[in-house]
């Protein structure tokens, strides 16, 4: 049976700590630590756990840990689609390679399930994969109670191989909220709420109440005054609504979005409403970006699992946080902005706006669709 928790704390006057770590080595040889150092528990969420180097180093670190309580989430993402393809599409059906990966992702959980780790799926796809756009897209890590992770890495190669980013967080209340969330999940219900520890809040989207969490992100950018800087690589309605609602209002805004994307067309869409929302838009190059933030007036910094788009809006369960911490926010402008804004170029051509708008129908479409089976 499922069930839902709606939580709203808050609490004032505290200090916590936070760090960005960029990329996958950082995050892992952070992470690394905190799981050789466990000697409670260790919880982990994710979207994809696959058999290749980068879950097979997890698995082998989480055998070798101490903690006694070891437990996994996956979500039945990870038995579709393996290295960013889609298992079971006509062209995949006879590459060996992957069917390699699937059968050691398959030994992998085996294993780790014999060594005493405690691994669940959730989110199941439904019939004809009818629910396959709606998952549990939370990325939470928990150590001890004590060490607390989200943001928007996976565990898989193609995703360490990405730009992205992870915060790491230190505060006992905000770690016993991760917690919360993550049992939630773990017991099969879907978790929704907001707490506030200080310079940080963290939002838990459920799936099905998500545009009450946003409401706070569309307040702040419509309370922004100088400049707005998103990285995202799925950037859609309604944020771009309310970006070009700032645009308008002569708030710098700009945008970070890979030049090749991940999900063919996004690229063409993403270009087609930077236009139209007269948006400086920079296109990262060379590798994808699946970071996702969004710092507005360099006083309010949005960071985690869930996409600036009408999925993370509307269908799936994220979680993000908003921090207002000085020291955090200066470490994301020389780590992020500063770094990625000379690699980046600006379109050298004009969108095209017949792909752009069919793009745009197309998602709109597809998100009606998979609202019928939230």
Same mark, same amino acid.
């Given at each position: ?49 696959? +058999? =290749?180097?980068?879950?097979?180093? %997890?698995?082998? #670190?989480?055998?070798?840990? !101490? ?6 989430? /996956? ?122 520890? +200080? =310079?940080?809040?963290?939002?838990? %989207?459920?799936? #099905?109440?998500?545009?009450? !969490? ?6 702040? /950018? ?132 017949? #792909? ?19």
């Amino acid at each position: 049976m499922f069930f839902y928790i709606l939580m709203t704390f808050t609490r004032t006057g505290v200090i916590v700590n936070l760090e960005i770590l960029v990329d996958s080595d950082n995050f892992w040889t952070r992470f690394a630590e905190d799981i050789d150092s466990a000697q409670k528990n260790i919880y982990i969420q994710t979207l994809s756990f696959e +058999g =290749d180097k980068a879950g097979l180093q %997890l698995a082998e #670190r989480l055998t070798a840990a !101490a903690a006694p309580d070891k437990r996994i989430i /996956i979500d039945n993402y990870t038995k579709y689609m393996l290295s960013d393809k889609f298992r079971y599409s006509p062209r995949n059906l006879f590459d060996e390679e992957l069917k390699e990966e699937g059968r050691e992702t398959s030994r992998m959980v085996a294993r780790l399930i014999a060594d005493g780790t405690k691994v669940r799926f959730v989110n199941p796809v439904g019939p004809f994969l009818c629910r396959f756009p709606i998952r549990n897209h939370k990325k939470i890590l928990v150590i001890d109670g004590r060490i607390g992770y989200i943001g928007g890495i996976n565990f898989s190669d193609h995703n360490f191989d990405w730009h992205d980013m992870m915060l790491r967080i230190e505060d006992d209340d905000a770690v016993e909220y991760l917690t919360e969330d993550f049992m939630t999940s773990w017991q099969g219900g879907h978790f929704a709420g907001n707490q506030k520890f +200080g =310079d940080l809040e963290l939002f838990s %989207l459920d799936g #099905r109440s998500n545009e009450n !969490a946003f409401e706070e992100v569309f307040r702040l /950018i419509g309370s922004a005054r100088r400049s707005i800087y998103v990285q995202s690589p799925y950037l859609s309605f309604p944020f771009c609504d309310h970006l070009r609602m700032a645009a308008e209002r002569n708030v710098k805004v700009t945008v970070t979005s890979p030049e090749k994307n991940n999900f063919p067309g996004m690229d063409d869409y993403i270009r087609w409403e930077s236009a139209r929302g007269n948006y400086d838009l920079l296109l990262y190059p060379d590798r994808m970006t699946h970071l996702k933030a969004m710092l507005i007036d360099d006083s309010h910094l949005i960071v985690g699992s869930s996409n600036f788009d009408h999925f993370s809006y509307k269908l799936i369960q994220e979680i993000f946080a908003v921090v207002t911490d000085r020291t955090t926010i200066d470490s994301f402008i020389k780590q992020i902005i500063d770094i990625d804004n000379p690699l980046c170029h600006r379109p050298q051509d004009d969108p095209n706006r017949l #792909r752009g708008y069919l793009r745009n129908l197309q998602l709109k479409s597809i998100n009606r669709v998979s609202a019928l089976f939230k």
